[in-house]
Each structure stands twice: as structure tokens, then as C-alpha cells.
DNA sequence: ATATTTCTTGAGCGATCGCTCAAAAATAAG
DNA sequence: CTTATTTTTGAGCGATCGCTCAAGAAATAT
């Protein structure tokens, strides 16, 4: 190390776009994984909702004191934003975008979506439904903006849904006259209607005939 | 006032059945309106759900103290059973078991039903979707019995449908091969969708064609 | 008038809420 | 070693939670 400090040659790694190597860092490592405290998080909020989840809810299922979770996630606040960016990048809060992006037709991107929901919905391995539409139904208002905010990315799946379903018609898959918004609307609301269920118990061979009456409507 | 003081006689009004009385009572008259105390609160719990709307939030909506909210009501879960219970025997809480018990056929009921749910869940005269489903999703371990009380009402009416549907079919107006049960949680999950539509900012004219669409299902 | 009954009022209880912070602990750097 | 840096810890802050209760107010009964 006889080298010039110079902080940002010191922070580069070897080869620019490899994995950031464990250098130690300088005070007293952290005690817990950030990774693992974050899924503990979405488990909680998942299961029960972003109010009615306290901090020391919070901090019991981490592992961690109070300090350290405000020093590694700002506030609940941030952390719930961090969750549903954790949630949403993860393959439960991803599929309905990944058979969009993966499934050539339309149809075949809908029955997809659909039928996975059925099954991944009610899935034990984690709580039921789908944490973006159930974590902030009930909120005070002042967490108005945090029911805004799933409020506003549920509204935006709306959209990818009638965006694609408008692409169908003018590719011919759909025939003319269907009506994208209604579509998409309609399936975004059995899809809601289907977390809703999953949490009321049904099971996955009930919302999987469920999805295939749902896909009756197809034009 | 020569009588018998009997208190059975003396409470009998002279008609067996009609309406009670205002006969005037012993101590200082209560200074506020049970019914309209608790269409206030009906709107709070309605809009907010039961954790996220405190007692306070309740007394100054019903424009009463906290004594006089707990002499009347109960304690707040008390309050919260009498609003569903208010809530369920509303124009707006009972349009399924209206549609159910009026229309011959089982095909126009839930038809009807799709069509009202349209109409009312998004009415701007009152908080948006249903109040049975939203109501109670996100709570605290100490009110999983209010969320159970809510979900099991879900629940019973899902029953419901099922057994319109299986007399359907056992009148002839579904085919043998039709599934009463896939079908009642079909419908279920399309009207719970829609509540939550609604409340996402859904409009009539959205809905209306969402259970235009969800009827194409119907065998 | 006096007594009795019923309801309202406002202060405030113990518990929990989200959150903060000084002190201690654990590491690397000099 | 000492110093610097980072994290953990546990006590506890002010605010709000659901709820209670003694005192006062307003009616009827005697």
C-alpha cells in the first residue's frame, strides 16, 4: 500500500463491472444481512399491511434494535418503499410482467397471468395474495401517500395490460371491435378479485377454475 | 294514571306491532341522534377501515364525546359490528340478497347483480366499494377477530351463490356439466375486483363494462 | 321543592405508536 | 498502542391509542 490515496482509485474494483469485492470496511461490521432483514420485512407488511406492521413488529422479526434498522433503512416509511421495490423485482411480484414480456400472443400472455396467479396466490410458502394490492387498504391519512403509491402502481399494471391488449388488436389478434380498456380493466380486476380470494382462503384449484371461467371472456 | 303501575303493561304499546311510542323517558334525553351517530361512523369505517379510524376521529364525526360514544355503542368493536350489521341492511349492503330473492332466473340475478355492483361501488354519494370487503384487511393480531367476523361474512355469501347456482342447475337452466362452486367464486372474485376498482377510482361506466364482460362466462 | 334517573362532559389513565440519541462495542488505519 | 469510523444497544421521548370515571346537567317522578 504505498500507492496514492486517492479515495476513488481505492473504491474502484480491479475489473470495472465485476462483483463488488468484500474490502473491509473501516468501523464495526454490521451484525445482521440486509438482505435477509428485508425479507423478514415483506414477509410482515405482506401478511398483515403497512399500519397495522410496527416497528417493533418490525425489529422483533429482523433480529435488530430500533437504531439499527433507522440506520440501514431511513424509516418504516422507507423501508416499506424498499419492500415493494424488493416485492416487485422478486418472481411472485413480477410474474404477470414476465408473461407479458415472455408470451407472444396476447391471449397466451393473459391465460398465462391468469393461471399463474391461481396458483402462486394462495401459495404457503408465503402470504397470501399480492402484497401491492393488499398492504394499504387501511391506512390514516396521514399515510394517504403510501396508499397513493400502490394505488398509483396498480393503475399503472392497468395500463401495461390495456397497452398490450391495444398492440393485439392492431396486430389482428384481437378483432376490431374489442375494446382494450374494458379488457384490461376487466382482467385487472379478477386478478385483484383473485388476491382478495386467496386471502379468504380459496385454494388453488379454486381460483385455477376460476381463471379458466375468467378467460371465457376472451373476444 | 290510576292503573296498576306494571312496568310490562305500562311499556305495551296499544298496538302489538306498531311502531314504539315516544313515550318520554326517566332521565335527561340523550342530545345527539343514534342513527344518524352511527351513519357517520358507518362513512368513517367505510372509508378508512376499523384500525385506521381512531375513537376520536369517530366522536368528532359523530359530534359526540367519548362517554357518550361508549354508553351508547359499546367500546369500538361493538360500534364496528353494529355498522356492519347497519351497513348489511343499507340499499347499498343488500343489492345481492335483493337481486337473489327478486329475480326468477339465476342468470338475471348475478347479471343484476354485476350491473348494480358497477353502479354502486363507484356512487360518489358514499365512500367508494363495499365495506364488508375493505373494511378489514389490514389489522393488528389484537383485531384478527374483526377480520375474521368480516371474512367469514365474504365467505357466507360465496356460499350463497353456490347454492343458486346448484338449484340453477337442478331446475335445467345451467347444463349438468356447469360447477356451481367454480362459478360462485367466479362471481365472488369478479365483485370483490370491482370493489377494489372502485376504489382505485374505477368509474360506473368502467365497471359497467368490466361485468358486461364478466357475464360472457355465464354457460 | 326534592329525589331519582339518564346522559354529557372533560380530564386523564396505562399502553403503544414511530422514532432518537448518547454510550458502548467492534472493526480498520495510523 | 491510539485514533477514527461504523454499528449496536437500550433507555426513553412526545404523541396518540382505546377507554374510564367522577362531576355536572337535564329530564321525570314524588
Redesign the interface.
Given at each position: 500500500m504505498t500507492e496514492t490515496p486517492d479515495p476513488a482509485q481505492a473504491a474502484a474494483p480491479a475489473s470495472p463491472h465485476a462483483p463488488a469485492p468484500p474490502r473491509p470496511r473501516r468501523g464495526r461490521p454490521p451484525g445482521f444481512d440486509r438482505d435477509e432483514a428485508l425479507t423478514a420485512a415483506t414477509l410482515l407488511f405482506w401478511e398483515?399491511?403497512?399500519?397495522?406492521t410496527?416497528v417493533t413488529d418490525l425489529t422483533t422479526a429482523m433480529g435488530i434494535r430500533p437504531g439499527s434498522l433507522y440506520a440501514a433503512f431511513g424509516d418504516k416509511r422507507a423501508l416499506f418503499e424498499e419492500v415493494v421495490r424488493h416485492y416487485g423485482s422478486s418472481p411472485v411480484g413480477a410474474f404477470a410482467g414476465r408473461a407479458l414480456a415472455e408470451e407472444t400472443s396476447a391471449h397466451a400472455a393473459f391465460a398465462r397471468i391468469l393461471r399463474e396467479a391461481a396458483a402462486i396466490y394462495p401459495d404457503p410458502s408465503h402470504p397470501a395474495g399480492c402484497l401491492v394490492?393488499?398492504?394499504?387498504?387501511?391506512?390514516?391519512?396521514q399515510d394517504a401517500e403510501v396508499q397513493a403509491r400502490l394505488?398509483d402502481e396498480?393503475?399503472r399494471n392497468v395500463q401495461v395490460f390495456e397497452d398490450r391488449l391495444r398492440a393485439a388488436r392492431e396486430d389482428g389478434e384481437l378483432p376490431p371491435e374489442a375494446?382494450p380498456?374494458?379488457?384490461a380493466?376487466?382482467f385487472?380486476?379478477?386478478?385483484?378479485?383473485?388476491s382478495?380470494?386467496a386471502?379468504?382462503?380459496?385454494t388453488a384449484a379454486?381460483?385455477a377454475?376460476?381463471a379458466e371461467?375468467?378467460l371465457?371472456?376472451w373476444p
Open positions: 398483515r399491511g403497512y399500519e397495522a410496527s394490492i393488499s398492504a394499504a387498504t387501511n391506512v390514516t391519512p394505488r396498480r393503475n375494446d380498456k374494458a379488457l380493466g376487466y385487472a380486476t379478477v386478478i385483484q378479485g383473485m382478495q380470494q386471502r379468504d382462503g380459496a379454486d381460483l377454475r376460476t371461467l375468467a371465457r371472456a
